[in-house]
């Protein structure tokens, strides 16, 4: 099993900047690639960037791409996502997640099995 908590999160003004950070226990040698989700009100969960565990390749969403940054650090089990040039829009709660399957797209929700707890995040504008 693995565990995820997240932190970070807060009420900022558009424009500016915030950073996540994900700290992952338990089997983390296991992790294949780890990801952050949002989800706004009456709105789905969707991807907000995501990055494999061993190459740190990465992979944002159309939404975010440019202005976010996903980064990991394997020797302390975090992974963190630093966001500037916040919009309103991106209000939301996210969250982190984790998946320990292969061969699997991990730009998609279903992938992940493990998810942290969530850390809201409003932009006033």
């Known amino acids: 099993q693995i565990q995820l908590v997240a932190s970070g999160g807060g009420l900022v003004q558009a424009g500016g900047s915030l950073r996540l950070s994900c700290a992952a226990s338990?089997?983390?040698?296991?992790?294949?690639?780890m990801g952050w989700f949002r989800q706004a009100p009456g709105k789905e969960r969707e991807i907000v960037g995501s990055?494999?565990?061993?190459?740190?390749?990465?992979y944002y969403g159309d939404s975010v791409r440019g202005r976010f940054t996903i980064s990991r650090d394997n020797a302390k089990n975090t992974v963190d996502l630093q966001m500037n040039s916040l919009k309103p829009e991106d209000t939301a709660v996210y969250y982190c997640?984790?998946?320990?399957?292969?061969?699997?797209?991990?730009?998609?929700?279903?992938?992940?099995?493990?998810w942290g707890q969530g850390t809201q995040v409003t932009v006033s504008s």
């Open positions: 997640a984790a998946g320990w399957l292969t061969g699997l797209d991990y730009r998609t929700r279903g992938a992940y099995t493990f």
């Open positions: 338990g089997r983390t040698i296991s992790i294949v690639n």
């Open positions: 990055i494999t565990w061993s190459g740190g390749s990465t």
